[in-house]
């Protein structure tokens, strides 16, 4: 069955740090993915989008990410964190068949420290 | 501007009602979608509409119903059968089903049970 996994349930960083924030994904076939931001209270907002092609993607707000098919893995990464970076980050598979629908992961929340 | 806007912000539910939450949107977009947020759940599909008068069953259907008359409204109501409806819902609508098109979501409505 198609998964998506986000290890980090909560990360804290510095701000002007770097950050990574991984992604892992279940899907037999070539993956379309996906990185949305949500602020609090909210709705979701996409960063970034891959469905083929150069595997590095870059997105809105300094963020890129980049599909590695050996390790199933969609990682976002931003070099240099703001402090409005704060918020909860979801990645997500787009499954081609049939329902074309999003399965989502359960989200990373992000801290930034001043 | 073009968006999505669900109303309302937040809805107080009491115990054995039926209640009723908006999704309108004016990006006349053929495909809906219906999501349901719990804190460590990520998004998980209740309902979704590809077109006009047609719509199918999400992963968390049991509870809810929908209708989709008009292309700009896809309203979600949760019934008495929800046992545990206490949550954030997202509204969400796409071009069409196609993936490469960008999913663009709602601000969310705040279901509470008194």
């Known amino acids: 069955a198609q998964s998506v996994t986000q290890p980090d349930i909560h990360i804290t960083v510095s701000e002007g740090a770097s950050l990574e924030l991984r992604c892992n994904y279940s899907?037999?076939?070539?993956?379309?993915l996906f990185w949305y931001v949500q602020s609090p209270g909210q709705g979701l907002q996409l960063l970034l989008k891959?469905?083929?092609?150069?595997?590095l993607v870059q997105g809105i707000k300094g963020f890129e990410a980049e599909f590695k098919r050996s390790q199933s893995s969609f990682n976002l990464r931003k070099p240099s964190v703001h402090w409005s970076d704060a918020a909860e980050y979801f990645c997500?598979?787009?499954?081609?068949?049939?329902?074309?629908?999003?399965?989502f992961g359960t989200g990373t929340r992000l801290k930034v420290l001043a | 501007d073009g968006g999505i806007t669900q109303s309302p912000k937040y809805l107080f539910r009491k115990e054995g009602q039926n209640v009723t939450l908006s999704c309108e949107q004016n990006?006349?977009?053929?495909?809906m979608y219906w999501y349901r947020q719990d804190p460590g759940q990520g998004l998980r599909l209740i309902y979704y509409s590809q077109i006009v008068n047609d719509f199918q069953k999400g992963d968390i259907a049991e509870g809810y119903s929908v209708s989709r008359e008009k292309k700009e409204s896809f309203p979600l109501t949760v019934t008495s059968a929800q046992k545990n409806p206490t949550a954030f819902y997202l509204c969400?609508?796409?071009?069409?089903?196609?993936?490469?098109?960008?999913?663009?979501f709602g601000p969310g409505t705040r279901l509470l049970v008194l």
């Open positions: 969400a609508s796409r071009k069409d089903r196609i993936l490469q098109e960008t999913q663009y």
């Open positions: 899907y037999g076939a070539t993956p379309y």
């Open positions: 997500a598979v787009g499954t081609t068949s049939g329902t074309y629908k999003y399965i």
């Open positions: 990006l006349n977009h053929d495909a």
């Open positions: 891959y469905f083929s092609g150069d595997t």
